[in-house]
């Protein structure tokens, strides 16, 4: 277990695009909500980043966290405007603060925010982990979900994050 679990962009809005679901999105908050109930009874922290844009407005039902989420008004959130969740936020100094030097990461989408906020992280010195099938996507430029995921996955490993099987 890393020292914090962080949660990524998984809002109303990210994971319901004009009428379409994000690949494996009840498998994902399936596996997600596990994650949080193990790092919340190891009493280790959990943080939410939720992305705001024109389509995302903060405060709207879109930029609002998914229902289904396990999170608790004691957890950690905190909001962005790019794709790196370091950028121009507070999040390296909520990190800091809490000792971190180990990180956990799961949300979507796979090719933007969760491929920028991992590379960061890793540039910063962070230890990263990510399971497989945790971050999601949609299908783009003629590639389905899965193998954008795949990808992306293959890319992190070994580089920028440890990429463990969810079935080990």
Same mark, same amino acid.
């Given at each position: ?44 922290? $959990?943080? &939410? ?5 024109? /389509?995302?407005?903060?405060? *709207?039902? +879109?930029?609002?966290?998914? !229902? ?49 906020? $991992?590379? &960061? ?5 962070? /230890?990263?982990?990510?399971? *497989?099938? +945790?971050?999601?996507?949609? !299908? ?29």
């Amino acid at each position: 277990m890393e020292d914090v679990f962080v949660v990524i962009d998984l809002q109303n809005g990210v994971c319901n695009e004009n009428g379409t679901t994000i690949d494996h999105l009840d498998r994902l908050l399936d596996f997600v909500n596990q994650r949080i109930d193990r790092y919340r009874a190891a009493a280790r922290p $959990i943080i &939410f980043v939720q992305h705001e844009d024109e /389509e995302l407005v903060y405060g *709207t039902t +879109a930029w609002q966290l998914h !229902p289904q989420l396990h999170h608790e008004p004691t957890d950690i959130y905190t909001r962005k405007t790019h794709a790196n969740s370091f950028f121009q936020t507070d999040f390296a100094e909520i990190l800091h603060d809490l000792g971190v030097k180990r990180i956990e990461f799961a949300g979507a989408q796979t090719e933007y925010c969760m491929d920028g906020t $991992i590379k &960061f992280a890793h540039g910063l010195g962070f /230890e990263n982990t990510v399971y *497989t099938q +945790a971050t999601s996507t949609y !299908p783009s430029n003629g590639l389905t979900a899965s193998a954008i995921i795949e990808w992306y996955e293959g890319i992190w490993q070994n580089r920028y994050a440890r990429v463990l099987s969810q079935t080990k």
